[in-house]
Structures are given as C-alpha cells and as structure tokens.
C-alpha cells in the first residue's frame, strides 16, 4: 500500500510536515515513513475486491454455496459439507491462485522497470519457459516431489543469467535483452517438448500441468513455501520500493542521485528470480499474467510511480478470476487457468502492441 517511501529520523519538529497527499506514519522512535493516501485508498479497494472474488469463486462450483454459508464454513462453524467442501477442496486451489497470480505480476512489474518496457515480462523473457522445463525435467526424472520447485528456480536464474549475458552492455536495457529472452524461452519450450517426448504417457500426463498453467490439486506445502517467499519478496519491494523508483531513469542520473544502479538491479533481478520460479513450480507458465496485473495497476495509479503492492493485488486478482471462469464456463470440463489467461492476455498484448499513444507507462 506505499507507492513512495521515505526513511528519515524520527523528529517532533517535522512529524506534522508532509508533503501534500502523503502521510508520514512513525515506526518506532527512529524511522518514518511516506506514505501515499491514494495509494493507500487505491489498495484498500483491491482487497476489497480481492475478498469478494475470493468469496464468490469459494462458493461456485458443482455444489453452489451461499456467501453467508462460505465465510460461516471459513469461520468452522455451519454444516459440515460446506466446512469440507470449503476448506479441504476449494480454499488451497484459492490461495494457489491469490499467491501464483501476487507473484507473477509483481515480479512482472519489477521486469518492467528495469528494462523500461512494458513488455519484458518474465514470460516474455523466458524466465517462465526455462523453470518450466527445469521442473519438468527433474519430474521426468525423479518423479513428482519438492524437486520441481527447485529446478524451476534453478531454471529462472539461469535464464536471467542468460540473458543478461547475451545483452552484453545493454544489461536490461533495450531490446537486445526482450529478443535474447525471446530466444532463450524457445529453446527451453522446445527442450521440455523433447522431454516429453521421449518417457512413457503416464509420465508425460503427471509433467503435463507445468506446461500449460493449471491448479488444480497443488501441493498443500508447495503452495505455503510460495505464500511465505510471495509475502517475503513483497516486503522486500515495499524497503526497497525508494530504489526501485530510480530504475526509469538514466544510469547518469541514477549515480549522480547518489546510488548504486548494478545494486539496485541485482536485488530487482533475485527477487523476480524467486518469484517467478516459485510461481511456476505452484502453477506452471500461466501466461500474461506478469503483463496484465502490472498494465490493470499503472492504470489504476494514473502512472504515479511504481506500484509494486497494487501489481501484486491486480496480479492476484486476475488470476482467481481467471481460474473461477475456466472451471465454470465449460462446467463439468475444466479449463486450465493458463489456457484461460492466453485467450484472454492475447489480444490485451496485441492492443498494446497496436495502439497509438503519447503517454507511456514507465
């Protein structure tokens, strides 16, 4: 909820100064901190939202369950049914949704900033292609276990490794950077088709899920390690949101203001790293959501800075929405929530891609 932070040492004298439409929130005797009152508005309407669609798609399903019936079985109480239905079967596909959805757009966001494009997003870059077919091939190996979401981060940083050595000096910069990405991931979707290929269907079938985005039936414990790194990294952005904000502008202007630019990327980089590796390791690829989350949140801040948290809600947002339409539209069949997110993020890129217009996001 803190568009722009600042750190400096707690004083009576300037407690009540603050620059118009911010506020200054004290955090023990030493440090306070700027915050932005629209930004806090502006999230506080996403958790609302957040929270209904939460609500909504726990009680969508097979057997409808009224609101009150939903957060009475959150609360443990009320029929049993709706507790198990609830609890045991809908709420860990929600969370996987909330947590992969948080992750993949805020680590878009970050990819975004750094190469100063709204199209360098870790799917496009090929960080999502290459921990897939890490994950992929330790299950082609070892069999399904706490192996693929390792091999996905294995895979997601040296992907990024990749391509900011192809770039040469252009580091992030550029479109040297989006078009060694590009080729990166196709080399690793070509690999885990070849990999695929070669083991038995029934191997092939338990791999299957990591290759097109899906949620259904995630691991309990996959999904919390993603939920404590997703919640970790979010905190990260918010300390380091000050440094962040400098990354639009020009490596001259950024060390004449005083700071390290290969620091402030380094930090921006492991934290897309583990984001989007975990992510995939939960869900797999889904596509677009790291470009659509970051797009929906600029919007909503009327491009004032970087708004890291409003990309983590929209990006959560999105995908729970994303997953309630592929498991109703075509009821009893169900769409995997990477199919669902293409159809939809497809023509949304293809309209950025086309569309004429003098502002920009970054």
Known sequence: ??????????????????????????????????????????????LLALLLAGITTLGIGSMPIWPKDVIAALLGQGNPMHQFIVQDLRLPRLLAALFTGAAFSLAGCLMQTMARNRLATPGIIGIDNAAMAFAVSSIVGTGISLAPSVMALAGAATATALAFGLAGGSGTRGYRFIVAGIGIGAIAGAVTQLLLSQVSIDVANSAYPWTVGSLSARDALMVNILGVGTAICLIACVVFSTQFALMPFSDQVITGLGANIKHIRIIALVLCITLTGLAVAVAGPVGLVALVGPEIARVFARYRGIPLVSSALTGALVMILADLLGRTILSPIELPVGIVTAVVGGPYLIWILVRRTSRTSL
Do not use: C, T
């Not at 909820?1 to 004290?26: C, E, K, Q, T, V």
């Open 1 to 46: 909820m803190i568009n722009h932070r600042l750190f400096m040492p707690h004083n009576s004298a300037n407690s009540d100064i603050a620059p118009n439409g911010y506020r200054i929130l004290s955090i023990g005797p030493y440090v306070e901190v700027l915050i932005e009152k629209q930004a806090l508005v502006r999230n506080a309407w996403l």
